[in-house]
T-cell receptor, first 112, second 113 residues
């Protein structure tokens, strides 16, 4: 089955710095890679996703890159703000009847 | 507004009690899931369903059961609650066909004393 490794488990940055979270996956047939943000005491929410036919996707201060050859994808957050503090989860999926596999999560702390 | 709803939000219950955690969605999604999550930690899949009368067990061994009699409703039942069941339970749903991300419910935080 699919295996998703997520690093780092904790990331501490100063406000205004950039943050990068990386995930690797094992199943070359995976073709959908979402990222979820979970603020303290709240539900995980989909913030950005990328499909295997695209190498990069941006939405304001966040971007995701995908390297299918190396089987890894990354979340990039620029100009971090305290409200970016949360746990971020990556996932990989084949779609169809396959269940997505989640990474273990990264706790991002943005210091004012 | 189309969303996924979980009740109760918080529940404290004694050991040995039977409990049902409710999950309903108004998005017309066919796929629904239950995850267990300890605070700020990874998500563990307990059960999932691809439609009415379809239920499967996930990766996490659990003494819970689920049912899917209606598309919009996916309740989780613990026949005999134990302190080891203390955790947050998240319900989620996703669309059929093309690959979509999950929409999660707000969760039920269960404490078994």
């Amino acid at each position: 089955g699919e295996n998703v490794e997520q690093h780092p488990s904790t990331l501490s940055v100063q406000e205004g710095d950039s943050a990068v979270i990386k995930c690797t996956y094992s199943d070359s047939a995976s073709n959908y890679f979402p990222w979820y943000k979970q603020e303290l005491g709240k539900r995980p929410q989909l913030i950005i996703d990328i499909r295997s036919n695209v190498g990069e996707k941006k939405d304001q201060r966040i971007a995701v890159t995908l390297n299918k050859t190396a089987k890894h994808f990354s979340l990039h957050i620029t100009e971090t703000q305290p409200e970016d503090s949360a746990v971020y989860f990556c996932a990989a999926s084949r779609g169809g009847s396959y269940i997505p596999t989640f990474g273990r999560g990264t706790s991002l702390i943005v210091h004012p | 507004e189309a969303d996924i709803y979980q009740t109760p939000r918080y529940l404290v219950i004694g050991t040995g009690k039977k409990i049902t955690l409710e999950c309903s969605q108004t998005m017309g999604h066919d796929k629904m899931y239950w995850y267990q999550q300890d605070p700020g930690m990874e998500l563990h899949l307990i059960h999932y369903s691809y439609g009415v009368n379809s239920t499967e067990k996930g990766d996490l061994s659990s003494e819970s059961t689920v049912s899917r009699i209606r598309t919009e409703h996916f309740p989780l039942t613990l026949e005999s609650a134990r302190p080891s069941h203390t955790s947050q339970y998240l319900c989620a749903s996703s669309g059929q066909g093309a690959i979509y991300g999950y929409t999660f419910g707000s969760g039920t935080r269960l404490t078994v004393v």
